[in-house]
T-cell receptor, first 109, second 117 residues
Framework: QKEVEQDPGPLSVPEGAIVSLNCTYSNSAFQYFMWYRQYSRKGPELLMYTYSSGNKEDGRFTAQVDKSSKYISLFIRDSQPSDSATYLCATTTGNQFYFGTGTSLTVIP | GAVVSQHPSRVICKSGTSVKIECRSLDFQATTMFWYRQFPKQSLMLMATSNEGSKATYEQGVEKDKFLINHASLTLSTLTVTSAHPEDSSFYIC?????????????FGPGTRLTVL
């Protein structure tokens, strides 16, 4: 079992929709979770990070961690065409990083 | 925020030549730098991890004599693809982190697209 599992999509939504991106993880010891956004032909950029359980909001983006089900989510409200990218979830033990395979999102104008 | 730069952004070379890619952390000291490779529409593949002043740790299946990594300072790491061949054509991305704590995340460079003719 991989440390982090992510549905690769692709996911296609109309502009203005709420997008839900999800990952599951295997090790209950993981506490620090990140979401990266990667545009085509660019390096990933850190979008959000959360420590332990709960929600974290930043503008249209909300990161959520449910430790009981080992589930992490990224919600995008009022999605825009500029949100079209690949989104990667990740976690770390400090020594090792584990990345999901990425979910490709297209927001259609 | 933490900024990581990479140079060059794109390189085209002939088969058999060596190519050096630089990765710099611009506004923080990177105790650890990572080198990734990414094929089109695929996920990141970690190639190696390097700590300043010590030898890089390569992932299984990555040839250390072909992909030479030097982490000479806390702000600079280089990846040299030696005797490059067309199958080495890929998108190479570096990342850096400032510490080894669980909350020290990775910040990625913009990537270098290598094309070997």
């Amino acid at each position: 079992q991989k440390e982090v599992e992510q549905d690769p999509g692709p996911l296609s939504v109309p502009e203005g929709a709420i997008v839900s991106l999800n990952c599951t993880y295997s090790n209950s010891a993981f506490q620090y979770f990140m979401w990266y956004r990667q545009y085509s032909r660019k390096g990933p950029e850190l979008l959000m990070y959360t420590y332990s359980s709960g929600n974290k909001e930043d503008g249209r983006f909300t990161a959520q961690v449910d430790k009981s089900s080992k589930y992490i989510s990224l919600f995008i409200r009022d999605s825009q065409p500029s949100d079209s990218a690949t989104y990667l979830c990740a976690t770390t033990t400090g020594n090792q990083f584990y990345f999901g395979t990425g979910t490709s999102l297209t927001v259609i104008p | 925020g933490a900024v990581v730069s990479q140079h060059p952004s794109r390189v085209i070379c002939k088969s058999g030549t060596s190519v050096k890619i630089e990765c710099r952390s611009l506004d923080f000291q990177a105790t650890t730098m990572f080198w990734y490779r990414q094929f089109p529409k695929q996920s990141l593949m970690l190639m190696a991890t390097s700590n300043e002043g010590s030898k890089a740790t390569y992932e299984q299946g990555v040839e250390k004599d072909k992909f030479l990594i030097n982490h000479a300072s806390l702000t600079l790491s280089t990846l040299t693809v030696t005797s490059a061949h067309p199958e080495d054509s890929s998108f190479y991305i570096c990342s850096a982190r400032g510490g080894a704590g669980v909350t020290d995340t990775q910040y990625f460079g913009p990537g270098t697209r290598l094309t070997v003719l």
